[in-house]
């Protein structure tokens, strides 16, 4: 019934930008807050950004100035604007639903960048 598709991942040069993208079906979006986050290989999975139903914003101290979290309530989808990207190993960046109830996770994007 839940599911959070993320899209927009891809490899892209150091000092680049990306913008993923996060569609959600089965919740009711525009209630819930929603979040990106990180994952390297063999390291913990980290927060990004998540924005609330009301539009508050918290970044991670490592992405602020670099990255714009977004959401459309109208389309159900979340954005993730990454700009000035850093080299550094691929890492796949994950969608995440709260409500009140469960958060969900979607399948996540893979993101590389290439000095």
């Known amino acids: 019934q839940v599911q959070l598709v993320e899209s927009g991942g891809g490899l892209v040069q150091a000092g680049g930008s990306l913008r993923l993208s996060c569609a959600a079906s089965?919740?009711?979006?525009?209630?819930?807050?929603m979040g990106w986050y990180r994952q390297a290989p063999g390291k913990q999975r980290d927060l990004v950004a998540v924005?609330?139903?009301?539009?508050?914003?918290n970044y991670a101290d490592s992405v602020k100035g670099r990255v714009t979290i977004s959401r459309d309530n109208a389309k159900n989808t979340v954005y993730l604007q990454m700009n000035s990207m850093k080299p550094g190993k691929t890492a796949v960046y994950y969608c995440?639903?709260?409500?009140?109830?469960?958060?969900?996770w979607g399948q996540g994007t893979q993101v590389t960048v290439s000095s």
């Open positions: 089965g919740i009711r979006f525009a209630d819930n807050a």
């Open positions: 995440k639903a709260r409500t009140p109830l469960f958060h969900y």
């Open positions: 924005i609330s139903s009301s539009g508050v914003i």
